[in-house]
Nanobody
Framework: QVQLVESGGGLVQPGGSLRLSCAASGFTFSRYGMRWYRQAPGKEREFVASITTDGSGNYVDSVKGRFTISRDNAKNTVYLQMNSLKLEDTAVYYC?????????WGKGTLVTVSS
């Protein structure tokens, strides 16, 4: 049974940091590209960051220099380190695994940036 379980969300003040984790099971994690998406209230889900099987990262412009995606294949986990958080980073963050025509999604973790 495939599972992606996000954790690490919460309430943080502007300028603060959080690290999201996504624990994967039920598939060969190291063979999948991993992505983070987010969905803010009233908005469509948007791409945030991705990491290839060999560890190359890519980011949406709005988070470049603030967020860092990484993966630990030994732990079947992908991370999103979020620094210098802004009010507009408030959203539910989703983990996504992709390979060829296969894609899996987690249920999300809520990040709220508020003073």
């Amino acid at each position: 049974q495939v599972q992606l379980v996000e954790s690490g969300g919460g309430l943080v003040q502007p300028g603060g940091s959080l690290r999201l984790s996504c624990a994967a099971s039920g598939f060969t994690f190291s063979r999948y590209g991993m992505r983070w998406y987010r969905q803010a209230p009233g908005k469509e889900r948007e791409f945030v960051a991705s990491i290839t099987t060999d560890g190359s990262g890519n980011y949406v412009d709005s988070v470049k220099g603030r967020f860092t995606i990484s993966r630990d294949n030994a732990k079947n986990t992908v991370y999103l380190q979020m620094n210098s958080l802004k009010l507009e980073d408030t959203a539910v963050y989703y983990c996504n695994a992709v390979r060829l025509n296969m894609a899996y999604w987690g249920k999300g973790t809520l990040v709220t940036v508020s003073s």
